[in-house]
């Protein structure tokens, strides 16, 4: 099992908070690709509001645009319309320069295809939040070892990512995003090629995470993944097509 840290055991032992001010809050955003002479939209006119706290799931068929929603939201991809504001800030007026700042500040972000760096260490991969967050090196090292061990993945740590499973490296993925302890952790499909026992892990890893304060947003096509989190919001053609709040319940206890 994935060790919790103190801070996420304190989480774990409070009783659900629940969620407060609004961290992300998109208003009529669009994303499109030309097409020919027209364009084709891959998200409609979305409307969102994601508080402080929250753990949402999105959900949705394939090509639905969760995972490009995803990337507006970790300001991966600048070139949408519309309104997003980020703790406050109009991320649609920032330079692309602010923007880098705010995401490698606040934000942990779990890719599909994990992204890892090909020529770092699996080490050097973790490390590598810590050095956004001027965190000093000497800082660096004890943060990085106390992830690879609770990751279990100690053994792995002077290995390349081409060296790793799939499974691993998304183990890995996940332990990047959660290393500086973002304020907002986005995942896209984060158990997709885990066992399903590791897949458990994660989330309950997610669930510790947000009990202590952590704004959580995955992709998921797993209703049990989803059921780890607070609400679901249901995607479709590029619409939200529904929300619907997760019964509060622990995951255990649900058929
Ligand atoms: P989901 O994550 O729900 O499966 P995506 O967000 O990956 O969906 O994609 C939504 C739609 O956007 C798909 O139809 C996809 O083909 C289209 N799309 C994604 N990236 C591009 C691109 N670079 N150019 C054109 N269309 C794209």
């Known amino acids: 099992m994935i060790g919790a840290t103190t801070a996420e055991s304190q989480g774990a032992s409070r009783q659900n908070p629940e969620p407060n001010e609004p961290l992300i809050r ?31 799931s999105i959900m949705g068929p394939s090509g639905a645009g969760k995972s490009t929603l995803l990337h507006v939201l970790g300001m991966h991809d600048g070139d949408w319309s519309g309104e997003y504001e980020f703790l406050g800030r109009p991320v649609h007026r920032l330079p692309a320069k602010e923007r880098a700042q705010l995401r490698n500040q606040n934000i942990g972000f779990v890719f599909q295809r994990y992204h890892l760096l090909d020529d770092l260490t699996v080490y050097e991969n973790i490390e590598m939040p810590l050095s956004y967050r001027n965190v000093r090196k000497s800082e660096r090292s004890g943060i990085v070892c106390d992830v690879l061990d609770r990751f279990g993945i100690v053994a792995k740590k002077d290995l390349y990512p081409s060296q790793l499973s799939g499974g691993q490296q998304q183990l890995v993925a996940v332990a990047r995003a959660i290393v500086a302890n973002p304020k907002l952790i986005l995942a896209d499909e984060p158990t997709g090629n885990l066992h399903s026992e590791q897949g458990k892990e994660i989330m309950e890893l997610f669930r510790r995470l947000n009990e202590g304060g952590t704004t959580i947003v995955q992709v998921t096509h797993s209703e049990i993944n989803a059921a780890h989190g607070r609400r679901i919001i249901r995607l479709k053609d590029g619409w939200v097509e529904g929300e619907s709040a997760v019964p509060s319940e622990p995951p255990a206890s649900r058929p």
Not at 28 to 56: K, M, N, T
């Open 26 to 56: 998109l208003k009529d955003l669009e994303r499109s690709y030309p097409q020919g002479s027209s364009r084709y939209f891959v998200l409609r006119r979305i409307a969102l509001e994601v508080r402080d706290g929250d753990f949402v």
